[in-house]
Nanobody, 126 residues
Framework: QVQLVESGGGLVQAGGSLRLSCAAS????????MGWFRQAPGKERESVAA????????YYADSVKGRFTISRDNAKNTVYLQMNSLKPEDTAVYYC???????????????????WGQGTQVTVSS
């Protein structure tokens, strides 16, 4: 069992930065790939980024590539999402997720993840 708690959301002006954190409980955190998703009002949940359990591979949605960076610290059971050059269209609730069956071909799919956090709101004003 893995419990995930996101933090770091808030209100920021366009062009600004935020760093989201996702703290995980459980001794098996290092065996899970981790992902970040987001959901804006009236829209489906969409993938943002993911990182493999071994740090070797990272994946990004085209809409955030070059602006967002996903990282993890297995010693701290934490995954991060550094978000730079934020845009109003980045406004959403951001969720982190953990999965043991996440690979390069399915990281965008919510069904690949076993555990989800409760979400943190990110609002970017224009």
């Amino acid at each position: 069992q893995v419990q995930l708690v996101e933090s770091g959301g808030g209100l920021v002006q366009a062009g600004g930065s935020l760093r989201l954190s996702c703290a995980a409980s459980g001794r098996t955190f290092s065996s899970y790939a981790m992902g970040w998703f987001r959901q804006a009002p009236g829209k489906e949940r969409e993938s943002v980024a993911a990182i493999s359990w071994s740090y070797d591979n990272t994946y990004y949605a085209d809409s955030v590539k070059g602006r967002f960076t996903i990282s993890r610290d297995n010693a701290k059971n934490t995954v991060y999402l550094q978000m730079n050059s934020l845009k109003p269209e980045d406004t959403a609730v951001y969720y982190c997720a953990a999965g043991q069956g996440v690979y390069s071909w399915n990281w965008r799919q919510t069904r690949g993840y076993d555990y989800w956090g409760q979400g943190t709101q990110v609002t970017v004003s224009s």
